[in-house]
C-alpha cells in the first residue's frame, strides 16, 4: 500500500492511522523505517511517541542510537473491548552501526522477544543480516515539492 501526503501535518496524521492498528504478537512489534537522509523517518516516528502519549520528545536519535519509552496505561476502548496495547516504544536509529551485531549492544536480541514492545527501527539497512522479519517495513520518499511518499510492505 502507498500513500502520498503533501504537508507535515497529513504525514503525522497518516503516521498516527498506521500506529493505531498495530496490535502486539508473541514477539515484538519490528517496524522498519527506509529512506533517504531527510526522509522523514524521525518524523514518523515521533508523531507514532505523541499519539501513544510520550510527552517528553526524543532529541536527535541519530547520536542517542536507541531511546526506550514506557508508554502510558491504554485507556482507549475499541466496541467496549479493552484494546491490547504496547507497554514500551523502543526507537532504534541503526544509521551509525556498522553490521548486525553492532545491536547486541542495544540489547536488541531481548527487546525483540519481549510482546509488549513496539520498536521503530531506523536505517534498517545497515543491520539486516540480524534482524527478524518485520511486521512491516515502511519505505519513505520526499519529493523536490516538500510531499511524502509512504510505502507500506
Ligand atoms: N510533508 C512532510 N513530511 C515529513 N517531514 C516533513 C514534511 N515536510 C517537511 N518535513 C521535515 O522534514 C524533516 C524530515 O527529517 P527527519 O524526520 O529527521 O528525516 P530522517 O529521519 O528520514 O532523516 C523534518 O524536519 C520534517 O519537519
Ligand atoms: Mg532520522
Not at 496490535?23 to 505523541?50: C, W, Y
Not at 536480541?109 to 522479519?133: C, G, H, S, T, Y
Amino acid at each position: 500500500m502507498e500513500k502520498s501526503v503533501a504537508t507535515l501535518s497529513e504525514f503525522e496524521a497518516e503516521a498516527v492511522r498506521f500506529a493505531s492498528q498495530l496490535m502486539p504478537h508473541e514477539q515484538a512489534t519490528l517496524v522498519t523505517l527506509s529512506g533517504e537522509l531527510g526522509a522523514g523517518k524521525t518524523a514518523f516516528a515521533k508523531a507514532i511517541a505523541r499519539a501513544l502519549g510520550i510527552e517528553e520528545i526524543v532529541t536527535s536519535p541519530t547520536f542517542v542510537l536507541e531511546k526506550i519509552y514506557l508508554l502510558p496505561e491504554e485507556k482507549a476502548f475499541n466496541y467496549g473491548m479493552p484494546k491490547p496495547s504496547f507497554k514500551r516504544l523502543v526507537h532504534i536509529d541503526a544509521y551509525r552501526l556498522e553490521r548486525g551485531s553492532d545491536l547486541n549492544a542495544l540489547g536488541f536480541d531481548e527487546l525483540v522477544r519481549d510482546a509488549d514492545n513496539l520498536i521503530l527501527l531506523e536505517w534498517p539497512e545497515k543491520v539486516a543480516d540480524a534482524l527478524p522479519a518485520p511486521a512491516v517495513r515502511i519505505a519513505l520518499a520526499s519529493h523536490p515539492d516538500g510531499s511524502r511518499t509512504i510505502s507500506y510492505g
